[in-house]
C-alpha cells in the first residue's frame, strides 16, 4: 500500500503550497543572481585567460555547454556548488594537461 504524504490535503491547498514553494524559490534566485553574476564572471575571466572553451568544460566535468554558459553568466543552475567544484577542478585538469604557464607559474585560484 502505497502513502501518500499529500493524500488529505485538497487540491487547493497543495496548489497554494506549491506556488508558496515556488514563490521561495523565486525569491532565493533574484538574491543569489548578483553573487552568481560576479562568481560566473571571475570563473570565465580564468577560463578565457587559460583559453578553455566552454565546450572543454563542458566535457571535462559532463555537463552541456548550455550549463556552463548559464553558470558563467550568473544564471540558475541545478547543483550549483557541484558545478563550481567541477569546473574549478576541470579549469586545473586542462592546465596541468597542457601545461600552461602564464608569467612563469600556474594560475593560482583563490576560491
Known amino acids: 500500500m502505497k502513502i501518500d504524504a499529500y493524500e488529505n490535503i485538497s487540491n487547493e491547498a497543495l496548489g497554494a503550497k506549491i506556488k508558496r514553494s515556488y514563490q521561495r524559490h523565486l525569491e532565493d534566485v533574484a538574491a ?3 553573487i552568481w553574476q560576479q562568481e560566473g564572471q571571475e570563473y570565465r575571466d580564468v577560463r578565457e585567460k587559460l583559453d578553455i572553451t566552454q565546450k572543454e568544460i563542458s566535457k571535462n566535468i559532463g555537463a552541456c555547454v ?4 548559464k553558470f558563467e553568466h550568473g544564471k540558475y ?3 550549483r556548488n557541484m558545478l563550481t567544484h567541477a569546473y574549478k577542478l576541470a579549469m586545473e585538469h586542462i592546465q596541468n594537461e597542457r601545461n600552461v604557464i602564464l608569467k612563469g607559474e600556474k594560475v593560482e585560484w583563490n576560491r
Open 32 to 34: 543569489k543572481t548578483a
Open 66 to 69: 548550455a550549463v556552463v554558459s
Open 77 to 79: 543552475v541545478r547543483s
